[in-house]
């Protein structure tokens, strides 16, 4: 299975004209999203609190995550964004893909919309 990237922009609350735009790579192995820290704080966005993370190596490592707006495909959802390291690519979890109503199609590796989103 190859990589899928896609265009997410993160938005800031409450901070007008606060967005930051940038290729994700769609990690359905992620929960939540991540961003590098400079390009968050640069556009107003808050650590609201800190956690442990599983990073690619197997290791624990804790950063902090803020809250913010996302757009996906011309939808909007929000959710945690975790305060990156700098040199990190940005990361966009399965918890936003869900909220979305999103998923990924491992035919074409492309993101499409589901028909309808489960409440179940």
Known sequence: MGLTHVTVRLRSFGVPNGSYEASFLVDTGATDCLAPASALRKIGVQPVGRNMYEVAN???EEFE????EI???D???AGRVIFGPENAES???VT???????TIDPANQQLRRLPAIPLK
């Open 58 to 60: 197997g290791t624990a």
């Open 91 to 93: 990361l966009l979890g």
């Open 75 to 77: 939808e909007i959802t």
């Open 71 to 73: 757009t996906v495909m």
């Open 65 to 68: 995550f803020g809250l913010v």
């Open 96 to 102: 936003t893909l869900e909220s979305a109503g999103l």
